[in-house]
């Protein structure tokens, strides 16, 4: 799969339509999947998942989607990073290099998740590097071998909000906290939602970004 760089999900016609139609996406073709489970009680609202018992919680019932077409798999990119490394395409002040493979999952029906539910918080996707990598991402807390959950939640703009992405470790406890990062939301217009979740990475001279469906919307 090559990089890719869009600023939204949404592509030009006719090449968008096309697209949507190869990755069997297209809403008027295909029936809607279900709408993503309810958290058990247990599950914290408003703050992301900070012990096991609470990420199982909130985990409850969702199921990711591992199909090529709406997931992503990519060596990301390290940013003036240790050596061996070339100068960056299109600025050569910043040395890039080939990071660890990680893919990205989304939750079956994250595009179906109701402003309230997003406003309480929710796990739109699961990313993972294979442990037969050699190194992590330390953007997203990801290590090799490990599973790391993207919680989100919006604001009262629905276009913002944060961003925690939670990590498990082999023994089944979590890692340390990660700071929350700012959630920058895209809210589509009518006729533009999707019909299945997607998640990918998003490659930029700046950062390595994840993206995902979370409802009416793509969030970063």
Partial sequence: MTRMQLSRWRLPHPAGIALVLLGGIFTACCPKPPTPPQPAAAC?????PSTRAQLDACLQGLRFDSAPEVSDSQPLTVING????ARCP???KKTCRFGPLAKIEPVIGAQN??????SQGRIIA???IPSS????????????GQTTYWWVMTDSTRTGGKSVFVTATKDGKLEPPQPPRRLVRYVYEKGEEL????ARWIW????ETTQGSCGGGSCR
Wanted: proline share 7%; charged share 35%; aromatic share 8%.
């Fill in 133 to 144: 990598e050699t190194e992590g991402y330390e953007k997203y807390g990801l290590k090799p």
């Fill in 82 to 85: 240790t050596a061996p490394a």
């Fill in 126 to 128: 699961r990313l993972s």
């Fill in 44 to 48: 914290p609202r408003g703050v992301a």
């Fill in 204 to 207: 930029s001279l700046d950062d």
């Fill in 90 to 92: 299109g600025d050569g």
């Fill in 195 to 198: 019909g299945r979740a997607i």
């Fill in 113 to 118: 998740y109701s402003e309230k539910d997003l």
